[in-house]
């Protein structure tokens, strides 16, 4: 086969994969837009942000304790 031909079919082989990708990545953009972002009860979030809290109060309390006692120098 000539080297032009099999240039040709080389070069419209890389741009139909090339217009596929293109076309997936749209439509999975599109997709991002179109779906809604997961909605978290209000009553929930003050729970969730107390609880949080308490836990890291408790853990800054324990590592206060354990490095008051070693006086690094």
């Known amino acids: 086969m000539d080297t032009k031909k099999m240039a040709a079919v080389g070069a419209a ?3 139909y994969i090339r217009s596929e990708e293109e076309a ?3 439509s999975l953009s599109l997709a991002r837009m179109a779906a809604p972002a997961p909605q978290i009860p209000l009553a929930a979030k003050p729970w969730a942000f107390n609880g949080r ?3 890291m109060e408790m853990r800054n309390l324990m590592q206060l304790r354990i490095f008051a006692g070693a006086r690094l120098r």
Do not use: H, T
């Open 53 to 55: 809290q308490q836990q």
């Open 24 to 26: 997936l990545m749209a």
């Open 13 to 15: 082989v890389l741009q």
